[in-house]
């Protein structure tokens, strides 16, 4: 049974880093897809990145070159390092996983989700 719990969020200034965790503490981790996933404050939810069991990744324009998505299939974990932190980066931040081998940026297509870390950047 895949259960996730993600760690790392916070409270950080503008241009701070973070770096958010997620482990899987069931399941077959590496042949997922993990996503992250994102709730602002009166916002629906939204996609920021995944990547698939090969390290192939995908990002939402907003967060492109600031954001890497990363995994260590050995300790069933995924990262997600968040640089040059911005107000509007402020969220709830959700990681997912998808029991499939192609990446999607679609909610529903998700099968597995952590409880959530905040994360709030102040200007």
């Known amino acids: 049974q895949v259960q996730l719990v993600e760690s790392g969020g916070g409270l950080v200034q503008a241009g701070d880093s973070l770096r958010l965790s997620c482990e899987d503490s069931g399941g077959t981790f590496s042949r997922y897809v993990m996503g992250w996933f994102r709730q602002g404050p009166g916002k629906e939810r939204e996609f920021v990145a995944a990547?698939?069991?090969?390290?192939?990744?995908s990002y939402t324009d907003s967060v492109k070159g600031r954001f890497t998505i990363s995994r260590d299939n050995a300790k069933n974990t995924v990262y997600l390092q968040m640089n040059s932190l911005k107000p509007e980066d402020t969220a709830v931040y959700y990681c997912?996983?998808?029991?499939?081998?192609?990446?999607?940026?679609?909610?529903?297509?998700?099968?597995?989700w952590g409880q959530g870390t905040q994360v709030t950047v102040s200007s």
């Open positions: 990547i698939n069991s090969w390290s192939g990744t």
């Open positions: 997912a996983a998808r029991l499939r081998l192609a990446i999607s940026t679609a909610q529903s297509e998700y099968n597995y």
